[in-house]
Nanobody
Framework: QAQLVESGGGSVQAGGTLRLSCAAS????????VAWFRQSPEKERIGVAA??????LRYYHASVEGRFTISQVNDRIYLQMDGLKPEETGTYYC???????????????????WGQGTLVTVSS
């Protein structure tokens, strides 16, 4: 089973930009879909974006549409986050699963493998 490793978290001011990266051990994802989830303090884990590997299919949570971009470059998945808001503070997890993960809503119960998470802090 592949292990996922995230990087790129950090602290930014509101309106700032971060780019998260996700890589699979062995440089190969085991599933057909990779998604990013956010876990904010005292809130449920929500799917913010998903990409069907080696395709143009992408899915976004309505709250991030137009500001976040998920992309694939070879064997890495990126989440470009522009215009960050304080309420988007949380731990961001990379996750992979089968094709059902790439459907709306992006559901955590469709994930097969989770990364360890990377912390994003957005200050006002």
């Amino acid at each position: 089973q592949a292990q996922l490793v995230e990087s790129g978290g950090g602290s930014v001011q509101a309106g700032g930009t971060l780019r998260l990266s996700c890589a699979a051990s062995g440089n190969s994802f085991g599933g057909s879909c990779v998604a990013w989830f956010r876990q904010s303090p005292e809130k449920e884990r929500i799917g913010v974006a998903a990409i069907y590997l080696d395709s143009s299919l992408r899915y976004y949570h309505a709250s991030v549409e137009g500001r976040f971009t998920i992309s694939q470059v070879n064997d890495r998945i990126y989440l470009q986050m522009d215009g960050l808001k304080p309420e988007e503070t949380g731990t961001y997890y990379c996750a992979e699963g089968g094709g059902l993960l790439c459907s709306w809503p992006i559901r955590p119960d469709r994930v097969n493998v989770w990364g360890q998470g990377t912390l994003v802090t957005v200050s006002s």
